[in-house]
């Protein structure tokens, strides 16, 4: 089946490090992205992750691949106010295009 | 990556009535999709249209009810027909490029 679970609301400290999981249960997939929506916006392609791999690191952004357990992470280093924002993981189904959503996890940073 | 614009960015538009959202991509591409958002939802895909053939429709989602056109590598249209209030939604247009798929800003769509 289709599923893509994450948890919806994560609260930070500003310059504090975020971490946002994502599980999926479709083995075939290929890609694993992360989005960025910030309200009243389209969503933003963060980073994405090859299913081969295990880590890809971009600037504040590290992103995690446990593919034996369907677990992805995002983690954003020195967390600022501007990252404030709905962050979606999604998956390409069967390796095709066809893109896959969480329900998104609101991030709010604090001072 | 892409440009994506659509039109129109936002409308409110009364039930029974129909509404096309158009979107423009900078550069030519294969594969266009449509996504609906619902309030305080995640995405999902209505549609993939490809330039040339008839567009591919998700579970759920009906021609009669969202007709798409895909005339050239660079445009597509959606409608959403004979509207009602569960329509009330931002819809997405989103293109892929090298394994990435690009969002365009979306139309937010009201129906009284």
């Known amino acids: 089946g289709e599923d893509v679970e994450q948890s919806l609301f994560l609260s930070v400290r500003e310059g504090d490090s975020s971490v946002i999981n994502c599980t999926y249960t479709?083995?075939?997939?290929?890609?694993l992205y992360w989005y960025k929506q910030e309200p009243g916006a389209g969503l933003q392609l963060l980073t994405y992750?090859?299913?081969?791999?295990d880590m890809k690191q971009d600037q504040r952004l590290t992103v995690l691949l446990n593919k034996k357990d369907k677990h992805l992470s995002l983690r954003i280093a020195d967390t600022q106010t501007g990252d404030s924002a709905i962050y979606f993981c999604?998956?390409?189904?069967?390796?095709?295009?066809?893109?896959?959503f969480g329900a998104g996890t609101r991030l709010a940073v604090h001072p | 990556s892409a440009v994506i614009s659509q039109k129109p960015s936002r409308d409110i538009c009364q039930r029974g009535t129909s509404l096309t959202i158009q979107c423009q991509v900078d550069?030519?591409?294969?594969?266009m999709f449509w996504y609906r958002q619902q309030p305080g939802q995640s995405l999902t895909l209505i549609a993939t249209?490809?330039?040339?053939?008839?567009?591919?429709?998700e579970s759920g989602f009906v021609i009669d009810k969202f007709p798409i056109s895909r005339p050239n590598l660079t445009f597509s249209t959606l409608t959403v027909s004979n509207m009602s209030p569960e329509d009330s939604s931002i819809y997405l247009c989103?293109?892929?490029?090298?394994?990435?798929?690009?969002f365009g800003p979306g139309t937010r769509l009201t129906v009284l």
């Open positions: 479709d083995s075939s997939s290929t890609y």
């Open positions: 550069s030519q591409v294969t594969m």
């Open positions: 249209a490809n330039q040339g053939s008839e567009a591919t429709y």
């Open positions: 992750i090859f299913s081969n791999m």
């Open positions: 999604a998956e390409n189904h069967g390796g095709y295009n066809k893109l896959i």
């Open positions: 989103s293109v892929e490029i090298v394994n990435e798929q690009f």
